[in-house]
């Protein structure tokens, strides 16, 4: 006990090796940027001023100064960070391969050589971006920067948020093209865009951009049914692909002018609906030819049709275990028919995007299919092998009795029984402990009794 109170003060800094100190940090800055939902060097900066051996040691570890994010605001005007701060961080980072965004809000020329000497800092080191994010991107000068402009051997993702305004695409194109000439390990890329017609998808093929080599492709944006089916045909070693639904031409024009795509590696697509305005995604799989899909989702569709998802099932075979079916004005009867189809789902997501229309709801009908049981299979008759169930409780179509949760207890204890998980995730406005529903008040009672539940309080905060 004496000699422990000789000790000076900061033994502890001296004594840990600086490898754990390294760690620790990278800790600490990690919860930091997810506490605060933005990405600083805040935290980092404060802990380098404790004493000069923090200092070295933070200096030291570039893997603490791969994240390099630069926002810039021309109206007001505001650029984050300072180009002393980004000099500092890329000098920092050594040559490691960094993760890279580039935000650019505005169109005003007001104070324009301070933002240009930090977007030329940036993209001096975009030959080590890991993966680059190119946010709005609007009006920026990017002809500016073509010297600083090149392409990064380490590349792997690539994200570009583009201007809404036709005539300056092709003129951002033919710069940032740069970025990819050669990008030999780029393999996922997406895209956000007002309109994407065909042209400009065959502009950026002049470019060499090189889809063939990508397997996630994630475009955000109106699109034509013949955009559609160009986008595939690019990339047909793509295995997870998000994409619109096509405008709503005609269906005799769609069978005229589609033809099955086979997307043979294709393990996860998602189909984003417009609604009314966009042809429905079940119509568009009967085109696809997808043998390896394992998750599907199916996103603010507006008509369900069985015959063409009946047709995509038979031709593909694929083994679906994770499926998400928002369908407007989706019936109980058409959601049994959905799932009756798939018997290897896992998961089951249910819920619907926010809308102002009446939303499809889950009832009674719905809930006692999936408490069917197979006596001599010991099993459930409607997903079998299902392991989570996801809902929007705004769906329930009575909340005023126990339908549902009854449902949900029965799947979780004969899941229990036979040694299998089964949860339940359920988006909610308002804490479930305090509601007075029997519903949710039974899910609350089967929580404490041990159901694995996770809660959504916003709503829409799941995937």
Not at 73 to 90: C, G, R, Y
Not at 269 to 293: E, H, I, Q
Not at 305 to 324: A, D, G, N, Y
Not at 392 to 414: Q, S, Y
Request: proline share 5%; aromatic share 8%; net charge neutral.
């Amino acid at each position: 006990m004496v000699h422990l109170k000789t000790l000076y003060a900061d033994w502890v800094i001296c004594r840990v090796p600086p490898d754990i100190w390294r760690h620790i940090f990278g800790l600490s800055d990690e919860e930091f940027r997810v506490v605060q939902g933005v990405k600083s060097y805040a935290t980092i900066m404060r802990l380098s001023h404790v004493c000069s051996c923090w200092r070295g040691i933070i200096n030291g570890a570039p893997e603490l100064w791969t994240q390099v994010d630069v926002h810039i605001d021309s109206w007001t005007p505001h650029v984050a960070p300072k180009k002393e701060m980004l000099s500092h961080i890329l000098e920092n980072s050594r040559n490691t391969p960094l993760t890279m965004s580039f935000e650019a809000l505005g169109n005003s020329s007001d104070k324009l050589d301070r933002v240009l000497e930090v977007a030329e800092l940036f993209f001096g080191a975009v030959n080590r971006a890991k993966h680059l994010d190119l946010i709005d991107t609007c009006r920026f000068p990017f002809q500016k920067l073509e010297a600083e402009i090149q392409a990064s051997p380490v590349l792997e993702s690539l994200s570009i948020s583009l201007p809404y305004h036709d005539d300056h695409i092709v003129s951002i194109v033919s710069v940032l093209s740069r970025l990819w000439q050669p990008a030999p390990l780029l393999r996922s890329f997406a895209l956000t865009i007002g309109q994407l017609p065909l042209h400009h998808v065959k502009f950026l093929e002049t470019q060499a951009f090189p889809f063939r080599q990508l397997t996630s492709l994630n475009v955000s944006s109106a699109i034509t049914v013949d955009t559609f089916r160009y986008l595939l045909r690019l990339t047909p070693f793509v295995t997870t692909a998000t994409l619109p639904a096509p405008s709503n031409d005609p269906r005799s024009h769609i069978a005229v002018t589609m033809e099955d795509m086979d997307l043979p590696r294709l393990k996860e697509l998602t189909l984003r609906s417009a609604g009314t305005t966009s042809v429905d995604s079940t119509y568009l799989l009967k085109f696809v030819n997808s043998p390896s899909l394992t998750t599907l989702r199916l996103i603010n569709d507006h008509g369900w049709t069985p015959l063409s998802f009946r047709s995509f099932l038979e031709k593909s075979r694929p083994c679906i275990e994770h499926l998400r079916l928002d369908i407007l004005r989706s019936t109980d009867n058409e959601r049994i028919a959905c799932v009756r189809l798939l018997p290897f789902l896992r998961t089951l997501d249910l819920r619907t995007e926010p809308r102002t229309r009446t939303q499809p709801e889950i009832g009674s009908a719905f809930c006692a299919a999936m408490r069917e049981w197979n006596a001599s299979t010991q099993a459930f008759v409607l997903c079998p092998t299902l392991e989570m169930l996801t809902i929007d409780h705004t769906n329930l179509c009575d909340t005023t009795g126990t339908v549902f949760a009854d449902m949900v207890e029965d799947r979780w204890r004969r899941s229990l029984a036979a040694g299998k998980t089964f949860k339940l995730q359920m988006a909610t406005r308002r804490d479930i402990r305090l509601d007075t529903s029997q519903e949710r008040r039974r899910i609350y009672e089967l929580m404490r009794l041990g159901l694995d539940v996770t809660l959504s309080m916003s709503g829409w905060t799941f995937d």
